[in-house]
């Protein structure tokens, strides 16, 4: 090599010229004379040999990329996304023009100049690379295309020559705008992520139309290498290409100075968590693809289909939040469980840092409720360190929850100190709380009572934490809130709401049973005696229950069940059914009651109202039973008018006036507590919209002495119905024709009071066989 003193050796200096422009010039004449000759040996190559074997364009010309199933609520807001290439196909003139530039600021400025080879481009890199700057590539979009499509990653001359050649072939068939569209739908740009319009949704959860300059810069900068240069990956490096990109538009004059430094300065806000769609409505996304999948099997990940549901966006976050807020309260009446796992820390702090991280790593996130491991704790303060590597102090109200695990005398599997794992929760800018994960279920589903269409499903905590979903796979005893449809029953047989039923101990020997003996109970142990019917139900009487079906039959009570949409296999004829012991879904439920709200008429709750294909183009359409269609009437109007008048009862003056708390006079339903407090619900209406909420073990078991569905699930279902209900306009129920008002209360017109059935006081007959005793001992509200 050439030294820094060789000035006093002449004879080298002539030999090896030192000036830039000798050097450029020497290597521009040897450049063109070997292009020269390379552009000869391809041409020949080509026309002989390669052009002839190119592959067919109908992939491109014909384009129609791997398109993932999409979900959607009612109101266009995507709720769910299957399929390994996460793509939104749009046309090039729907994609906005800051995006097609930044494009082509980084990847191809003169596309529309050249003929598929950039041969300036290619001496300018070749130029670039010689001065020592970053290597520069010279690859077209055209190229890149039909490397894409058509070639493997190989570097290689004979790969090379093939790539030219294709995208001279390319370009004869495809116009500009058509290889720039493929362009921008194909590439892979991370996070599972193809196309720019999915990585806007992914990264920014924008639409493509909506991104900024600074934004679109990001985006550009992707291609080149997706997994380093993502800002979820690596946010600093994303930034660095970023900010490359933002100087080359202002220097081929895409942006004016003034965008690029708003740009330049812009914070980018990213979406980390990439799967986080614009809902919690995981369990209907799943749902729906169940039911896609059924009908286009493996097509069903890849033609785009859209699938468009009938939840909408304010009623399905309504409900979510009443559910996770209501498991949240349980939590906070019963006792700390202890921390959830233990560490020991490193003294050492990266140390100690690397191994939180990697603990913690183990734990996911619950929506708002964090894991974290705690670094030092006593009775008033508890410091902690998140996932993210941000410290906490809880101090006061924050602790209250886990006071008895801070003390030194606390068991040493509850006890909080340093490495514990622990549960928090942010209660607003400054404070926090320890909490923990529940481990009792819930559910929640709202539907029309029109149609069916349901409004929210909400079929468990946490989607993540399990998949089971409660609303639609969870058989559970109904408990006092299946009583309504044995009222019902009653209303065919020449009851009314005025029958006087006595409310007085009921109890059979073990020969009367053939097993052993029993003693049904109201649920506070309290008997009142002679009392109507619509009494009974308004206070959830036991006694008077299992007299009216003994009175009916519990085979016709059974029978008279399915007309609702029960499975009779699930609710045998036995008197145990007046007490709501058999099993049910609240999906069932919801169909169930919406049969009181609208009249009469059974309809069926459905998810999906449309799947269109990627175009547009409608494939199917939901033909849902309407209330109002004779064909699907299950019980009469009257009927239907006499069980609400009751069930509004229940909410103004029995065990559901937590509801009043709405301030509405258009609102019915029934709680629900089964033996042994196992399960808890509530089943309520306004004329227009069915609601249930359910909480329960999914190993069953006591939910606790005092807890009730009134206290339990009504809660959730005032939550959710205080949000769900705030346009709907109050409404009164007219008396159907073919009823009589005797002394405020509704008779059927045929079966005035004087022909009635007045009073019931009789021992019932045991039906039950042998193994049903078992089943029913106990309190049941």
């Given at each position: 090599?050439?030294?820094?003193?060789?000035?006093?050796?002449?004879?080298?200096?002539?030999?090896?010229?030192?000036?830039?422009?000798?050097?450029?010039?020497?290597?521009?004449?040897?450049?063109?004379?070997?292009?020269?000759?390379?552009?000869?040996?391809?041409?020949?190559?080509?026309?002989?040999?390669?052009?002839?074997?190119?592959?067919?364009?109908?992939?491109?010309?014909?384009?129609?990329?791997?398109?993932?199933?999409?979900?959607?609520?009612?109101?266009?807001?995507?709720?769910?996304?299957?399929?390994?290439?996460?793509?939104?196909?749009?046309?090039?003139?729907?994609?906005?023009?800051?995006?097609?530039?930044?494009?082509?600021?980084?990847?191809?400025?003169?596309?529309?100049?050249?003929?598929?080879?950039?041969?300036?481009?290619?001496?300018?890199?070749?130029?670039?690379?010689?001065?020592?700057?970053?290597?520069?590539?010279?690859?077209?979009?055209?190229?890149?295309?039909?490397?894409?499509?058509?070639?493997?990653?190989?570097?290689?001359?004979?790969?090379?020559?093939?790539?030219?050649?294709?995208?001279?072939?390319?370009?004869?068939?495809?116009?500009?705008?058509?290889?720039?569209?493929?362009?921008?739908?194909?590439?892979?740009?991370?996070?599972?992520?193809?196309?720019?319009?999915?990585?806007?949704?992914?990264?920014?959860?924008?639409?493509?139309?909506?991104?900024?300059?600074?934004?679109?810069?990001?985006?550009?900068?992707?291609?080149?290498?997706?997994?380093?240069?993502?800002?979820?990956?690596?946010?600093?490096?994303?930034?660095?290409?970023?900010?490359?990109?933002?100087?080359?538009?202002?220097?081929?004059?895409?942006?004016?100075?003034?965008?690029?430094?708003?740009?330049?300065?812009?914070?980018?806000?990213?979406?980390?968590?990439?799967?986080?769609?614009?809902?919690?409505?995981?369990?209907?996304?799943?749902?729906?693809?169940?039911?896609?999948?059924?009908?286009?099997?493996?097509?069903?990940?890849?033609?785009?289909?859209?699938?468009?549901?009938?939840?909408?966006?304010?009623?399905?976050?309504?409900?979510?939040?009443?559910?996770?807020?209501?498991?949240?309260?349980?939590?906070?009446?019963?006792?700390?469980?202890?921390?959830?796992?233990?560490?020991?820390?490193?003294?050492?702090?990266?140390?100690?840092?690397?191994?939180?991280?990697?603990?913690?790593?183990?734990?996911?996130?619950?929506d708002d409720i964090l894991p974290a491991v705690v670094l030092e704790a006593s009775p008033k303060l508890v410091r902690a360190v998140l996932s993210s590597g941000e410290e906490i102090s809880i101090s006061g109200n924050g602790l209250s929850f886990?006071?008895?695990?801070?003390?030194?005398?606390?068991?040493?599997?509850?006890?909080?100190?340093?490495?514990?794992?622990?549960?928090?929760?942010?209660?607003?800018?400054?404070?926090?709380?320890?909490?923990?994960?529940?481990?009792?279920?819930?559910?929640?589903?709202?539907?029309?009572?029109?149609?069916?269409?349901?409004?929210?499903?909400?079929?468990?905590?946490?989607?993540?934490?399990?998949?089971?979903?409660?609303?639609?796979?969870?058989?559970?005893?109904?408990?006092?809130?299946?009583?309504?449809?044995?009222?019902?029953?009653?209303?065919?047989?020449?009851?009314?709401?005025?029958?006087?039923?006595?409310?007085?101990?009921?109890?059979?020997?073990?020969?009367?049973?053939?097993?052993?003996?029993?003693?049904?109970?109201?649920?506070?142990?309290?008997?009142?005696?002679?009392?109507?019917?619509?009494?009974?139900?308004?206070?959830?009487?036991?006694?008077?229950?299992?007299?009216?079906?003994?009175?009916?039959?519990?085979?016709?009570?059974?029978?008279?069940?399915?007309?609702?949409?029960?499975?009779?296999?699930?609710?045998?004829?036995?008197?145990?059914?007046?007490?709501?012991?058999?099993?049910?879904?609240?999906?069932?439920?919801?169909?169930?009651?919406?049969?009181?709200?609208?009249?009469?008429?059974?309809?069926?709750?459905?998810?999906?109202?449309?799947?269109?294909?990627?175009?547009?183009?409608?494939?199917?359409?939901?033909?849902?039973?309407?209330?109002?269609?004779?064909?699907?009437?299950?019980?009469?109007?009257?009927?239907?008018?006499?069980?609400?008048?009751?069930?509004?009862?229940?909410?103004?003056?029995?065990?559901?006036?937590?509801?009043?708390?709405?301030?509405?006079?258009?609102?019915?339903?029934?709680?629900?507590?089964?033996?042994?407090?196992?399960?808890?619900?509530?089943?309520?209406?306004?004329?227009?919209?069915?609601?249930?909420?359910?909480?329960?073990?999914?190993?069953?078991?006591?939910?606790?002495?005092?807890?009730?569905?009134?206290?339990?699930?009504?809660?959730?279902?005032?939550?959710?119905?205080?949000?769900?209900?705030?346009?709907?306009?109050?409404?009164?129920?007219?008396?159907?024709?073919?009823?009589?008002?005797?002394?405020?209360?509704?008779?059927?017109?045929?079966?005035?009071?004087?022909?009635?059935?007045?009073?019931?006081?009789?021992?019932?007959?045991?039906?039950?066989?042998?193994?049903?005793?078992?089943?029913?001992?106990?309190?049941?509200?």
């Open positions: 090599m050439t030294s820094d003193n060789s000035a006093s050796a002449p004879k080298k200096k002539l030999r090896l010229p030192k000036s830039l422009a000798a050097r450029i010039t020497i290597y521009l004449v040897g450049l063109t004379a070997g292009l020269v000759l390379v552009g000869a040996l391809v041409v020949g190559f080509a026309m002989t040999v390669a052009y002839p074997n190119l592959p067919s364009l109908d992939q491109l010309t014909d384009y129609r990329p791997k398109m993932p199933l999409r979900i959607f609520s009612a109101d266009n807001v995507l709720i769910g996304e299957f399929g390994e290439e996460r793509r939104n196909m749009v046309r090039i003139k729907e994609i906005p023009d800051v995006m097609k530039k930044a494009v082509l600021a980084i990847e191809d400025d003169r596309f529309y100049d050249h003929g598929g080879v950039d041969y300036l481009g290619i001496l300018r890199a070749s130029l670039h690379n010689l001065t020592g700057g970053a290597k520069q590539g010279a690859s077209t979009i055209t190229q890149q295309v039909a490397r894409n499509f058509f070639l493997t990653s190989e570097q290689t001359f004979k790969r090379k020559i093939y790539e030219v050649l294709l995208a001279w072939k390319i370009e004869q068939k495809l116009t500009k705008d058509q290889i720039l569209e493929i362009y921008m739908n194909q590439i892979y740009l991370g996070q599972r992520a193809f196309g720019f319009s999915s990585a806007a949704q992914i990264y920014f959860g924008k639409k493509l139309q909506d991104i900024s300059i600074a934004e679109a810069a990001m985006l550009a900068g992707l291609p080149k290498a997706p997994s380093a240069n993502n800002p979820v990956a690596n946010p600093a490096r994303a930034k660095v290409r970023q900010q490359y990109i933002l100087q080359r538009m202002r220097h081929l004059g895409y942006i004016t100075d003034e965008q690029f430094e708003k740009a330049k300065n812009e914070v980018v806000k990213i979406k980390t968590d990439s799967g986080e769609f614009g809902i919690h409505a995981e369990y209907v996304a799943e749902m729906a693809r169940m039911l896609v999948y059924e009908q286009y099997k493996e097509e069903t990940y890849t033609r785009g289909l859209n699938v468009y549901t009938t939840i909408t966006k304010a009623d399905q976050e309504a409900a979510y939040q009443a559910v996770r807020r209501g498991v949240m309260d349980y939590e906070k009446r019963h006792s700390y469980r202890g921390p959830e796992a233990y560490m020991d820390i490193p003294a050492e702090k990266d140390a100690a840092a690397d191994a939180i991280e990697t603990e913690l790593a183990e734990y996911a996130e619950s886990v006071s008895s695990a801070l003390g030194s005398n606390a068991a040493q599997n509850r006890q909080i100190k340093r490495g514990s794992i622990v549960r928090v929760l942010q209660q607003d800018e400054k404070h926090w709380t320890v909490t923990q994960m529940p481990q009792v279920e819930s559910a929640f589903v709202s539907a029309s009572t029109s149609d069916g269409a349901i409004r929210a499903l909400v079929g468990g905590f946490d989607y993540n934490r399990s998949k089971f979903n409660h609303v639609t796979q969870a058989w559970r005893q109904p408990g006092s809130s299946f009583k309504p449809f044995i009222y019902s029953a009653s209303l065919e047989k020449g009851l009314s709401p005025s029958t006087v039923i006595n409310d007085s101990p009921l109890s059979f020997s073990s020969g009367q049973t053939g097993g052993q003996a029993w003693e049904p109970k109201n649920y506070d142990g309290k008997y009142d005696g002679p009392m109507t019917m619509r009494r009974g139900l308004t206070k959830s009487k036991n006694m008077i229950s299992i007299r009216i079906l003994n009175k009916i039959g519990a085979q016709y009570g059974q029978e008279y069940a399915t007309r609702f949409g029960f499975d009779a296999d699930k609710n045998p004829p036995y008197l145990t059914l007046a007490l709501g012991a058999g099993s049910v879904t609240p999906l069932q439920m919801a169909a169930a009651y919406a049969v009181f709200a609208n009249g009469g008429y059974k309809i069926n709750p459905y998810i999906i109202s449309r799947i269109t294909n990627a175009d547009g183009k409608v494939l199917s359409q939901a033909q849902p039973d309407k209330a109002g269609d004779a064909a699907v009437r299950v019980i009469d109007e009257r009927n239907a008018f006499m069980m609400d008048s009751m069930l509004k009862d229940v909410v103004k003056q029995g065990t559901a006036t937590k509801a009043l708390s709405l301030n509405r006079t258009d609102l019915a339903g029934k709680t629900g507590t089964t033996n042994d407090s196992f399960d808890a619900w509530f089943a309520g209406y306004h004329p227009k919209l069915v609601g249930i909420a359910w909480i329960g073990f999914d190993q069953p078991k006591n939910l606790g002495s005092r807890e009730t569905g009134g206290g339990l699930a009504l809660p959730i279902w005032i939550s959710y119905m205080q949000k769900a209900l705030k346009d709907y306009p109050m409404e009164q129920r007219a008396m159907p024709e073919g009823l009589v008002n005797v002394n405020g209360d509704f008779f059927y017109a045929e079966n005035p009071p004087a022909t009635g059935v007045r009073s019931l006081g009789v021992e019932p007959a045991w039906p039950y066989p042998e193994n049903e005793a078992d089943s029913i001992k106990g309190e049941v509200l």
